[in-house]
């Protein structure tokens, strides 16, 4: 966290292929950049807008192996705010601006779009029937983020290239408002309204419209190789892009599920991870209300009985709950539809 006036570095010790920023103490949007889409490119997880061109305010800039340069004057009223920045490392930054331009890029190794390089990136070509236009992709960390072009055909498979089956995935179409960011988790099942990053709604049964569930069944849930899509225009409309970030979970590093809440109080229920946790995401998916709450070990370092949130589909300042960082996972403490 940094306050910000005109411009701030903010230091790391990787080149960040995804970097989320949210201001604590102002109501502003969530801002996301990536290496695939291009750092000049910008979208809000609590919004349904397309990709946007980066402008002179909330903007990540000069990206390199040390951090990067953060301008965050919003507008001529507020010249400075409490930020914080979640970063992540995939496989490193694609190089489209070279001859050739070397679009995919995995474990540090960037590669030419090629027949024989596309099959050491997402595998053989028989596997899908999407092949991505960028993507970095990080396989020792479990995260890759693809940029694709869909086909509008309902069972269409887009490749992730981790080499095992996401756990959680993050789908958005770049170029119409009206679709919402699609998520697909390990413990939900396919058939359904589905839950959504940019807003509350809980888990609906009934609709099957996202992952070609009517076609597949379960089958069509991601795998080792690929997502399989619907021709929903949410995932898969004919020459529209997308992104998907896919995250796959990492002994030690990382970890995705679900838990049932015990209306206890301060003796909620405890959810090992085994490790210590230093970036949370809960959503309640039972009810529509409760927001996609975000948690960290930087705003919020000791375990004092109100822990700083904020969430993924609001513009919200920073709020607290009741909720203990442990060695191996977390506790809840209050009783709460959150």
């Known amino acids: 966290t940094n306050h910000v006036s005109n411009a701030v570095t903010v230091p790391l010790n990787f080149k960040a292929d995804l970097i989320w920023v949210k201001s604590i103490s102002i109501a502003y949007s969530h801002r996301l950049q990536d290496s695939v889409q291009g750092y000049n490119k910008y979208m809000n997880s609590n919004g349904t807008g397309v990709s946007r061109d980066v402008d002179s305010t909330f903007t990540a800039n000069n990206i390199s192996t040390t951090g990067f340069d953060f301008n965050g004057t919003?507008?001529?009223d507020t010249q400075s705010a409490t930020m914080c920045a979640w970063c992540w490392k995939a496989g490193g930054q694609p190089d489209l601006t070279s001859s050739p331009t070397k679009p995919f890029a995995k474990d540090n190794v960037q590669y030419t779009d090629t027949t024989a390089n596309k099959v050491t990136v997402f595998g053989n070509?028989?596997?899908y029937t999407i092949t991505p236009t960028s993507a970095s992709i990080g396989t020792k960390q479990g995260f890759s983020i693809v940029k694709y072009t869909?086909?509008?055909?309902?069972?269409?498979?887009?490749?992730?290239?981790?080499?095992?089956?996401?756990d959680f995935i993050i789908l958005k179409n770049l170029e119409s408002d009206i679709y919402q960011w699609e998520i697909q988790h390990k413990d939900i099942s396919l058939v359904g309204a589905g839950i959504h990053?940019?807003?509350?709604?809980?888990?609906?049964?009934g609709a099957s419209d996202r992952w070609d569930y009517d076609n597949q069944g379960e089958s069509a849930r991601a795998n080792i190789n690929v997502v399989t899509l619907s021709s929903n225009g949410a995932v898969n409309d004919n020459n529209i892009d997308y992104i998907m970030y896919s995250f796959a979970s990492i002994p030690g590093f990382s970890a995705f599920g679900t838990y049932e809440g015990n209306a206890a109080g301060p003796n909620g229920p405890y959810i090992h991870c085994g490790f210590r946790v230093a970036w949370l995401m809960i959503k309640n998916i039972d009810s529509t209300g409760p927001s996609w709450d975000i948690y960290d070990n930087t705003r919020e370092p000791f375990n004092d009985g109100s822990f700083a949130n904020l969430s993924a589909n609001s513009s919200g300042t920073e709020g607290s709950r009741a909720i203990d960082f442990l060695s191996n996972g977390f506790k809840i403490r209050e009783t709460n539809s959150w």
Not at 159 to 165: C, E, I, N, T
Not at 197 to 205: A, C, F, R, V
């Open 125 to 127: 070509a028989s596997n």
């Open 74 to 76: 919003y507008n001529t």
């Open 150 to 166: 869909g086909n509008g055909t309902a069972g269409a498979t887009v490749p992730h290239g981790l080499g095992k089956a996401p």
């Open 197 to 205: 990053l940019n807003n509350t709604t809980g888990y609906n049964s």
